[in-house]
């Protein structure tokens, strides 16, 4: 005999009602019954980590109600009993991980406590749907990381899944395995997805405008620059950069972050950008990046550990500028021929 229990969600005191979201389909709205919690599923392809929340943990303690909780059910699997739905089809916590798993940590903890946590539930959901949602309720919270709403957007822009796919999958790359696409950086992370995507945006603005700051601007002009230059080139260029800054300063070999001042944003961005400015640097098509090896040998001689650099290379705005100077200032000392080739008269 298969004494197991089925999973399900019980929505007490529940109600249908029209969506907001999606125009001419039906949500339900209601009340999650505390013992039916376990059975919410949570989906890491999109979802932030489970982290200790102590006003949320407090709040239940004291008896307070929480906002509701968003949930997709991926189906149509339910029945009624009474006021309340049965749901049998998976459901997917989209918004409210954190309001729930404290709410089973303060279950475990002490099982008496009175749980009223009210939830609005989507039918028929995918993970696509659930991941845009996500983003969408998420976007303007400083709780959840730029880089995780980045990494929610590579299965509908090429281009951001591209550069997922060289940090997290290609062996040739120095960055497998160093980019943070998640809500926390890990040890072994060097740099946040955020600005290893702004880095590349970076390096092809000669071919794309770069407008706005926000992670939805920055995934529409990677998406723009692929589609400029090729995807295929685009990788490649992508790679190219961070092949260079590996062979020039080391990325494999850092252990931690802060001791990587070329992995800094204001120096990554400088680096791109004047990369991007000067013809030196590119193959005859303007599409393909190339640093031959006397380029390389001189960007290896920069002086990255001068405390001016190390300075400007973790400040903003303004210091930038003055570190893309500097850069090209190095690049061209010493020379009468072979210098930097701006696009532009007067760039330099």
């Known amino acids: 005999m298969d004494t197991r229990v089925s999973p399900f969600v019980r929505i007490e005191r529940a109600s249908l009602d029209e969506s907001a979201v999606t125009p001419g389909s039906i949500v339900l709205r209601g009340r999650l019954a505390p013992s039916t919690l376990r059975f919410l599923k949570v989906d890491k392809e999109y979802q932030r980590g489970l982290e200790e929340r102590p006003d949320i943990f407090q709040a239940i303690k004291g008896g307070h109600v929480l906002p509701d909780v968003d949930i997709g059910i991926r189906g149509q699997d339910y029945f009624c009993e009474g006021d309340d739905f049965i749901i049998r089809s998976p459901c997917f916590l989209i918004d409210g991980w954190q309001r729930v798993g404290n709410a089973l940590r303060m279950m475990e903890l002490v099982p008496d406590t009175e749980i009223r946590l009210g939830a609005l539930l989507h039918f028929g959901t995918t993970q696509a749907w659930e991941a845009a949602r996500f983003t969408a309720l998420n976007n303007n919270s400083k709780r959840v990381s730029p880089s995780l709403h980045m ?196 760039m330099r």
């Open 151 to 346: 990494r929610n957007l590579r299965d509908q822009n090429m281009a951001v899944l591209t550069l997922y796919g060289l940090s997290e999958n290609e062996r040739n790359s120095p960055l497998l395995g160093r980019v943070c696409w998640e809500q926390n950086m890990r040890r072994e992370h060097l740099l946040p997805a955020l600005l290893f995507t702004k880095a590349c945006l970076n390096l092809h603005s000669h071919r794309v405008g770069l407008t706005g700051v926000r992670v939805g601007d920055i995934a529409g002009g990677l998406d723009a620059a692929a589609r400029n230059v090729s995807l295929p080139r685009f990788r490649h260029n992508c790679l190219t950069l961070f092949q260079t800054i590996e062979e020039c300063f080391g990325i494999s070999s850092i252990e931690y972050k802060r001791a990587a001042t070329h992995l800094r944003g204001s120096f990554l961005i400088s680096l791109a950008r004047m990369l991007s400015r000067h013809t030196n640097f590119w193959e005859a098509d303007d599409a393909t990046l190339h640093v031959d090896s006397s380029w390389r040998r001189t960007l290896a001689r920069f002086p990255i550990a001068d405390p001016q650099v190390v300075q400007l290379a973790g400040s903003g705005g303004p210091a930038r500028e003055i570190l893309y100077e500097i850069l090209v200032k190095h690049m061209n000392s010493g020379k009468r021929g072979n210098r930097l080739e701006p696009r532009q008269a007067g």
